[in-house]
T-cell receptor
Framework: GAVVSQHPSRVICKSGTSVKIECRSL??????MFWYRQFPKQSLMLMAT?????????EQGVEKDKFLINHASLTLSTLTVTSAHPEDSSFYIC??????????????FGPGTRLTVT | KQEVTQIPAALSVPEGENLVLNCSFT??????LQWFRQDPGKGLTSLLL?????REQTSGRLNASLDKSSGRSTLYIAASQPGDSATYLC???????????FGKGTHLIIQS
């Protein structure tokens, strides 16, 4: 149980284009999802918290107009990187909390999406 | 601001050895601490989660301890195997709507 998927697993795009990454909870409903970014040899850094039906909360230094987050249903959150540039190339990982087990605060992680901007 | 430090950054040991990975955090006001494994280019696999009220958790050859007051956790791996080679990440959770704060990880290589 508690499986989170991400799509695509890898994406290469040209500078200036936008890319959408999907995060799905497959066997549970998630009112809260998180988006993290990991640069090479660095730790995962929280970018934003996505709440179903409301606006996302962004961490300091993360541009909300550049990284658009939509959490339209209890099983899907999307991250859109708008006008991507090479410095946005990174490994993006989402996680989700099971609404039936909110008390545990455990987060279930997706497999990640490798974004390369050329 | 919470900071998580993992020592050592890299470790290479022969197969069969027992080893300890260290994690420290600056703010002891945590709800839980979690250890993950990350294989190259892959996502995270949760290994152990310790609630702030617990002292340790065990799963197979893995044992994680938590000393919340001193801001330390250790991950003990017994009888290491080549398949244990990976990066091990420590992460703390403060509670509420917060995400996790991760360390940079320990890159572990088990030599066969």
């Amino acid at each position: 149980g508690a499986v989170v998927s991400q799509h695509p697993s890898r994406v290469i795009c040209k500078s200036g284009t936008s890319v959408k990454i999907e995060c799905r909870s497959l066997d549970f409903q998630a009112t809260t999802m998180f988006w993290y970014r990991q640069f090479p040899k660095q730790s995962l850094m929280l970018m934003a918290t996505s709440n179903e039906g409301s606006k996302a909360t962004y961490e300091q230094g993360v541009e909300k107009d550049k990284f658009l987050i939509n959490h339209a249903s209890l099983t899907l959150s999307t991250l859109t990187v708008t006008s991507a540039h090479p410095e946005d190339s990174s490994f993006y990982i989402c996680s989700a909390r099971d609404r039936e087990r909110e008390y545990s605060y455990e987060q279930y992680f997706g497999p990640g999406t490798r974004l390369t901007v050329t | 601001k919470q900071e998580v430090t993992q020592i050592p950054a890299a470790l290479s040991v022969p197969e069969g050895e027992n080893l300890v990975l260290n994690c420290s955090f600056t703010d002891s006001a945590i709800y839980n601490l979690q250890w993950f494994r990350q294989d190259p280019g892959k996502g995270l696999t949760s290994l152990l989660l310790i609630q702030s009220s617990q002292r340790e958790q065990t799963s197979g050859r893995l044992n994680a301890s938590l000393d919340k007051s001193s801001g330390r956790s250790t991950l003990y791996i017994a009888a290491s195997q080549p398949g244990d080679s990976a990066t091990y990440l420590c992460a703390v959770f403060r509670g509420g709507a917060d995400g996790l704060t991760f360390g940079k990880g320990t890159h572990l290589i088990i030599q066969s």
